[in-house]
């Protein structure tokens, strides 16, 4: 039976609750309360899915082009927070802009690969396994570098959403899916199930299922150490799973990735309600994530980055924007240096679709966060560009 079938009859045994961590790994054995994690740093992702539309996220209101290209969804100049240097923040994001001025938030303008992809399922892809444009990968570069760093650990990584994440995609297996942490406890694998029979293949399936009870356990007791918040989570998708990672965090889960997603950006129309509607969302729940990692001393050590597969067409089409290119990415907390870094997107200089040209490669962030936050060199898992220097102190 292949290996991937095994996984399927084993979320079967789970309820369709997880996807476990590799049964051969030393998952009875590790356990967060014999690892030191004064010192370990954690990143946690948040995609922005659909193609979030930097020009109208951070604008760049001192440039006449901008309202030129942007008759119908441009936003004036008295309606934008924080300016400064020529760029103004959408007014969704009040809390954003009170980190900024916290000195925990880096902005990294122009974002993208050579030859980009406008599609969302292949651009998306491209970001996930850090592949060039014409390249494909089935591991993700997050798995493929916790195949590396941490193959011991069944948690390496946690993906709060309903489906897996390709960037976490890897041999050992060792993430975890969690569609709806309040149920874990509902959800255990009676030792019983492992009895032998006279299909191995079916009792490898088996053990694999049982295997992942270990990583249920750990964060059922990271979520019971850290139960209460003194922090307000707005009652959203986005606020509610980065206040679970919350929960895990502080509860010393030992996870060094985290990963979840929203979508919603996707704005071809009606562009101007819909994207302040979904901005808000993902400002309200950073900044109460923020505050809560911050109130807990734990903010140095935990690092967010906030990114979408691309941006959006400079030019809009009535009422929206279709797909582009190039597009601004986030950095809360992890001793970022508060800064933006690169400079304001040059909409006199386009490329033949009318769309942003990049500067700044993605995979260059990447390295950044490998090399900085875990010492780790990025071009083990094959990411060639060198690290983004002046991100972290």
Known sequence: MERRKFLQMATTYTGGLLLLPDFLSAAGNLSSENMDLANDNIVVFVQLTGGNDGLNTFVPYENSLYYDYRPNIGISADQLINKSNGLGWNPALEGLAQITQNGHFSLIQNVGYPNPNRSHFRSME???????????LSRGWLGRFLEIHDHDNPISAINVASTDNLALASDAVNSITIKDPRVLAKNKIAASNLVLSENPQLDFARKIAYSSTHGMAEIQAALNKSKNTLF????NY???NLKWISRM????LAAKVYYTSLGGFDTHENQREVHQRVLKGVND????????LKNANLLDRVTIVVFSEFGRRVKDNGSGTDHGTAAPLMVIG??????IIGKNPDLANLDSGGDLIYDIDFRSVYASILEDKFGFDARKIGIKQPK??????
């Open 126 to 136: 491209i970001w996930q396994t850090a592949s060039d444009a014409k390249q494909n």
């Open 232 to 235: 307000h989570y707005e009652n």
């Open 238 to 240: 986005i606020s509610k």
């Open 334 to 339: 992890g001793k970022n240096q508060g800064k």
């Open 388 to 393: 983004l220097s002046g991100l972290f102190v």
């Open 285 to 292: 729940g950073i900044f109460s994530f923020y505050s809560d």
């Open 249 to 252: 965090i502080k509860g010393g």
